[in-house]
């Protein structure tokens, strides 16, 4: 009977370490789970932490961690600020962040953002080109013309322009990547996994709420 008791007591004992154990927060190592951006970038002066996702509509890791980032935004904090920015590598990343901008600024994201990405990687349509990206957009019963229009303007070309400078500028190789307060940048080879990258960036969060 006692063996019994000291069995169980020892494994409770070993349960309240291990609960105690977890409770504690993870720390990350820069240089191994993260890195400083190549230069420090320019955030809001909003008072609040920025996290910016870069990534892009014809990137098969984006669209499958997608609804991840999503369910992962909503448990963020009132002083976290987050953005997606279209990471421009190529000229026709150059045509989809334009698109990306287009549709914010028409009130049309909801029709565009998550059908591109289900068109282009699930229907394995190809729409690089300006032409083959606003037939795409009028089959969502947006105006063609007047979504052109609005892919040209100056406002559109400014976020553009501002898209391919933090990607030239941010140190990030690949996408999706995200960049936390303008200071640290992370992906999910780098920290471990798709489950320790929000924890890794979480620390980020914190890390940055304590500067």
């Known amino acids: 009977m006692m063996r019994l008791v000291k069995t169980l007591a020892t494994g409770l004992f070993l349960g309240l370490i291990s609960t105690a154990a977890s409770a504690v927060p993870m720390n990350f190592v820069e240089g191994t789970h993260y890195f400083p951006t190549a230069e420090k ?21 984006c669209f499958k961690l997608e609804p991840e980032v999503e369910a992962w935004k909503e448990t963020l ?3 976290v600020h987050f953005v997606k920015v279209p990471a421009i590598f190529r ?6 962040a334009k698109v990306y901008y287009a549709a ?10 998550s059908k591109l990405f289900n068109a282009i990687h699930v229907e394995k349509r190809r729409l690089t080109t300006e032409d083959q990206l606003l037939d795409f ?3 969502q019963g947006i105006d063609r013309d007047e979504f052109k229009k609005t892919m040209n303007s100056f406002s559109v070309k400014s976020k553009v322009k501002k898209a391919l400078v933090m990607s030239q500028t941010s140190g990030i190789t690949g ?11 992370t992906d999910a080879s780098t920290a471990g996994g798709v489950p320790e990258l929000f924890n890794v960036i979480n620390f980020l969060i914190e890390e940055s709420s304590d500067n």
């Not at 000229?91 to 989809?96: H, I, K, N, T």
């Not at 996408?175 to 940048?185: H, T």
């Open 137 to 139: 957009v009028a089959e």
């Open 77 to 79: 904090p009132e002083n």
């Open 91 to 96: 000229d026709s990343w150059l045509e989809l």
């Open 41 to 61: 970038l320019a955030t809001p002066d909003d008072g609040k932490i920025e996290v910016v996702e870069m990534f892009s509509y014809t990137c098969p890791h």
């Open 175 to 185: 996408v999706p990547s995200f960049i936390v307060n303008g200071a640290y940048r």
């Open 104 to 113: 914010e600024a028409m009130g049309n994201f909801d029709k565009v953002h």
